[in-house]
């Protein structure tokens, strides 16, 4: 019997450069394989270039592992980060199903709203013009024209040019906002589950009548991850590490990057 009815994860930032990250991947899919749902919110990987990627060892271990959460599964979502959004396709293969930008529906009997979470850092205006161009250009194409080698090294140049990473510095004038969370809310959204920003935090959102709460996950680390889990329709941001998951004690406000750091540092 499976320990949770539903699973979500996001921000694992997957690289053959980080063992100890893959390592951990396997022990989570290992102990959540067999979730009836479960749902991927985005940069599973560092950089993902499409089909070309499943050529080396490491992407095809990651689309197996993919494969074995969605095989397991009555429903597996997909929202791609901006990482990852090449991995769509491969996502559809293995059996997710694939929401560009959001999904709002039925998750485990609640009505909610997923998004990869940097959408809602709507005060990052570079950002969103940078992703804004960045998604339009024309990938598919790319990814016939140019081989394996130069698709690496162009994602691993624009990884490193990414401006993704001044959404973690200052939350109150580039993190998660409060009104694209609020009009979700408006839309009846009851749960709304997203990554991005890699600090975590629990807090409520008042819509018209209603009320719809906001779980946000970290990014994987050595140590572990905070994920959201679901549990007789009770969803709640909990941390996984490589002894199973533990208890997690949400703060209802995004900390800075730094205090993050601290807090995360051991004593």
């Not at 090449?86 to 694939?98: N, T």
């Not at 973690?168 to 839309?187: D, H, T, W, Y």
């Not at 490589?242 to 750091?261: H, I, L, M, V, W």
Request: glycine content about 8%; charged content about 30%.
């Amino acid at each position: 019997m499976a320990e949770f009815d539903g699973v979500l994860f996001s921000d694992l930032h997957l690289s053959p450069e980080l063992p100890e990250l893959t390592a951990l991947f396997d022990a989570f899919v290992d102990r959540v394989a067999g979730t009836p749902s479960v749902a991927c919110l985005g940069d599973l990987t560092e950089y993902w270039i499409g089909r070309q990627h499943l050529l080396q060892p490491f992407g095809r271990h990651v689309y197996d592992q993919m494969k074995r959460l969605s095989d397991g599964a009555r429903d597996a979502i997909f929202v791609p980060g901006n990482r990852d959004f090449l991995f769509s396709a491969q996502a559809r293969q293995a059996g997710w199903r694939v929401f560009a930008n959001r999904f709002e529906g039925d998750f485990c009997g609640t009505r909610v709203a997923f998004e990869h979470g940097d959408r809602f850092c709507t005060e990052d205006r570079q950002y969103q013009r940078f992703r804004m161009w960045f998604r339009r250009l024309p990938w598919r194409l790319l990814e016939m024209l140019i081989n394996e080698e130069r698709g690496h090294r162009l994602a691993r140049n624009l990884r490193s040019r990414s401006k993704g990473h001044v959404a973690r510095k200052n939350p109150s004038a580039f993190g998660i906002q409060r009104r694209p969370v609020e009009r979700l809310v408006f839309r009846g959204a009851k749960v709304i589950v997203c990554g991005h920003v890699h600090t975590p935090f629990s807090r409520n959102y008042q819509g018209a009548k209603d009320i719809g709460r906001l779980h946000v996950m970290s990014d994987w680390r050595d140590d572990g991850a905070i994920v959201c889990t679901v549990k007789d329709g009770k969803f709640e941001l909990t941390r996984f590490t490589r002894n199973g998951f533990e208890p997690f004690d949400a703060p209802s406000e995004q900390k800075t990057y730094a205090a993050a750091e601290a807090a995360a540092e051991p004593e």
